[in-house]
């Protein structure tokens, strides 16, 4: 019996009391960094009531002698503070025909649930995927999800093999493997097999059939999962998913009012609402980055050394970073436009002299 019950307990409303995390705290474990507002250990993540453990993890020795960090079962394998997501490890469920028993073994339903947590799946980065020759599979819900209209929301593809050799790596798009969206603010699911479809009478050329809610960017289909049946065993049996989280199961509006609870602690922060419903999520104003949810969090991006993609004055040696963005100036006795233009030796004593100021875009933070 494959069960995935994530045991997320949580009262995650009232959110957010803003302590500041102590310097002792681990940042990281094994490979992974571990940004606030996730910590390991009392003190060091975002207390979100009693029993929420969506920040707090735990840095665990693994079976391969690495260790790795948790959100109880569930493996994380980053955090994202500049996009508000977290990736974590997932279970396939796969379903195979045994050659000795001569039955099918596997394929039972499968439910993750991360609904009393801050988590949420990413709709945008996930996609329902099967696997297989035969292979119909569900993914649902039986939650409220307010997007949806009605109690539940299911859907599914089918994976068929018609001409065995037309297998392609890379292509999921009904031959052999299949891919379907997933609606957006849901946070748990079921992931079951539609029986009549199976692979008992094709085991000689595809033994199994797979379904996994997956990140649709790291998911690249390989013909040996069909043909050798070797998903699991390339994989671990698991594959990562995006999560989407929040710091308050409230609007910006709402968070705002309670100055003590508010997660933007960093000046040169802001509070940007969830795309998944209520809840709310800080961010680094423009021309800053760095964790807004630290005090002094969001730093200046010097946009005229390194920190800069590319070097942003079209007159080399004029640009003077300014808190939150930059400008280019020409250097004494000449005038002209540093930023866009050239700069010029001055004719008379009147020429003004121009500075642009710039408000930068901070770049892109990644995992
Ligand atoms: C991680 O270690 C803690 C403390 O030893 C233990 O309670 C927990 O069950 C472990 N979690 C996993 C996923 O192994
Ligand atoms: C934060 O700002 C950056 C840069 O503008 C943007 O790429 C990112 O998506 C923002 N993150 C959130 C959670 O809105
Ligand atoms: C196949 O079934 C036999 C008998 O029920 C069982 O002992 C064996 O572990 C199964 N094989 C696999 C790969 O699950
Ligand atoms: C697909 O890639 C795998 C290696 O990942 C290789 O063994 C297999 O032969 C390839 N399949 C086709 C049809 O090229
Ligand atoms: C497999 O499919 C066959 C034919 O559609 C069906 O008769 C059989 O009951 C299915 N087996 C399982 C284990 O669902
Ligand atoms: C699969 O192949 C074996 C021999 O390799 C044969 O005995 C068996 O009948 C085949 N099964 C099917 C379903 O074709
Ligand atoms: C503000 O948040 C704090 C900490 O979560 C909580 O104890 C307090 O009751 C909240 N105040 C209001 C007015 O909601």
Not at 77 to 95: D, F, H, K, T, Y
Not at 226 to 255: H, I, N, R, Y
Not at 274 to 293: H, M, T, W
Request: hydrophobic fraction near 30%; charge should be negative.
């Amino acid at each position: 019996m494959l069960l995935t019950l994530i045991a997320v307990l949580a009262s995650a409303w009232p959110a957010a009391a803003s302590q500041p995390p102590g310097g002792t705290c681990q940042r990281r474990c094994g490979d992974v960094d571990i940004p606030y507002p996730f910590g390991i250990g009392r003190g060091c993540y975002l207390y979100t009531g009693e029993n929420d453990v969506t920040f707090g993890l735990t840095c665990n020795l693994t079976a391969d002698g690495t260790y790795r960090p948790f959100c109880f079962e569930v493996e994380v394998l980053g955090v994202s503070v500049a996009r508000g997501q977290a990736r974590v490890r997932n279970e396939i469920n796969p379903w195979c025909y045994n050659d000795t028993s001569r039955s099918m073994d596997g394929g039972s339903s499968m439910w993750t649930d991360f609904s009393d947590s801050s988590f949420m799946l990413s709709d945008e980065d996930n996609r329902f995927t099967v696997v297989g020759c035969n292979s119909l599979a569900y993914v649902s819900s039986s939650e409220t999800s307010q997007f949806a209209t009605g109690s539940t929301y299911m859907t599914g593809c089918m994976a068929t093999c018609p001409g065995a050799g037309r297998l392609e790596n890379g292509s999921c798009s009904g031959m052999g493997c299949c891919q379907a969206a997933i609606p957006r603010g849901i946070n748990s699911f079921d992931v079951v097999f539609e029986e009549k479809f199976n692979t008992t009478a094709i085991a000689n050329f595809s033994r199994c059939s797979y379904a996994v809610l997956v990140e649709a960017a790291w998911f690249d289909f390989r013909t040996t999962y069909v043909t050798a049946g070797d998903f699991m065993a390339s994989t671990g049996g698991k594959v990562p998913l995006v999560l989407d989280w929040v710091v308050g199961k409230v609007t910006c509006q709402e968070a705002m009012r309670n100055t003590t609870a508010y997660a933007c602690v960093s000046s040169n922060s802001v509070c940007v609402d969830s795309r998944n419903g209520p809840g709310y999520l800080c961010n680094c104003s423009r021309g800053y980055q760095g964790n807004p949810y630290l005090q002094g969090g969001c730093r200046d991006i010097d946009e005229c050394g390194d920190g800069g993609i590319s070097y942003p004055c079209s007159v080399p040696g004029t640009c003077i970073n300014t808190p939150g963005g930059f400008r280019c100036a020409c250097p004494d006795k000449t005038t002209g436009n540093a930023y866009t233009g050239t700069c010029e030796a001055k004719k008379s004593q009147l020429g003004a002299h121009i500075a642009i100021d710039i408000r930068a875009s901070p770049t892109e933070a990644q995992y």
